[in-house]
């Protein structure tokens, strides 16, 4: 045999070893294919970001929406893989935008896209310095006290459309939840500014929170702690002393049994537990601190 003949065998080999294979994994692959397209079409809305470009010294002063919704219908498996699929960014000319922006396979249409047009209000971009104001959000926990909030930067520049800016005398920060804080707190904070229309032009500033704990002025000893369990209980520590803030006259009117400690171990099983205690008082009274603050538990 010819040495041109050789590559000849080899790729005829190739072709027809396991024929009936071959031919019948191509003919299950159209059959699939001709059961996808031939099935009943469904309709799901995919969404594609937005993204307006100008130039730098202009910017949108009006409400602009984030995506774009595309209608979508066509076979089950071809548009499970386009919701699946991360799209770009659809970069929007002042011109406006056509439902092709969004790639689709074969057997795929886009029935609608919404909105259908965007109006776009441009003016100049300025900026300003404005103060900063902290909010929070929650009490602190009993016992506890905001010695001292302060902010740094305590003004900030903030760039925006002329007429935004214009209407902004100070920013706010995000509420910062102060609910579980038992310690001073330093942090960079967000600021509350989607609403204003308005950007940042710089480092955003850090807020500082001194925590303290609230002073008692009376002591209440020998207060008794209880277990709530359905099994037998040790404890290790039997009564606390409880530190409150209150008058003269609520003390002397004071009725001890309004006074008191628990455990909560419902749902517990037997073992060995360091729980927490839970301080009951009047309220008229304010739980400065409990003494222990936590006890050991048998459950038997």
Known sequence: MSRRGAPLDYI???????LGTKVISILLAFI???????????????????????????????EIPEKIAFRLSGPKAFLRSILDRREEPIRVNLMG??????????????????????????????RKEVPVRVETRG?????????????????????????RIDAVNEVSTVPIDISTLKRNLDKEVNLDLIRLGVQIDG??????????PASANFRVKNVDIRVISSYKVKLEEK????????????MESLDRSQ?????????????????????TLPKEM????VIPEKVHVTLY
């Open 139 to 163: 009490a602190l926990p009993e016992g506890y006290h905001l010695s001292a909030i302060s902010i740094k930067p305590e003004t900030i520049k903030i760039k925006g459309p002329e007429s």
């Open 97 to 126: 935008f056509f439902s092709d922006n969004i790639r689709v396979p074969i057997g795929v249409k886009v029935l609608s896209v919404t909105p259908t047009a965007i109006l776009i209000k441009l003016e100049n971009v300025r």
């Open 32 to 62: 699939l294919w001709g059961i996808v397209l031939g099935s009943r079409n469904v309709e799901v809305t995919k969404e594609v970001p937005i993204e307006i470009i100008t130039p730098p010294d202009v910017t949108p002063s009006n």
């Open 12 to 18: 005829y080999r190739v072709f027809t070893h396991n």
């Open 203 to 212: 480092p955003a500033p850090r807020v500082n929170l001194e925590v303290q």
């Open 239 to 250: 009564v606390v002393t409880v530190l409150v803030r209150a008058t003269s006259k609520d």
């Open 259 to 279: 006074i008191f400690a628990e455990v909560d171990l419902t749902g517990k099983e037997k073992g060995k537990y360091i729980e927490s205690i839970r301080v």
């Open 286 to 289: 304010g739980l400065v601190r």
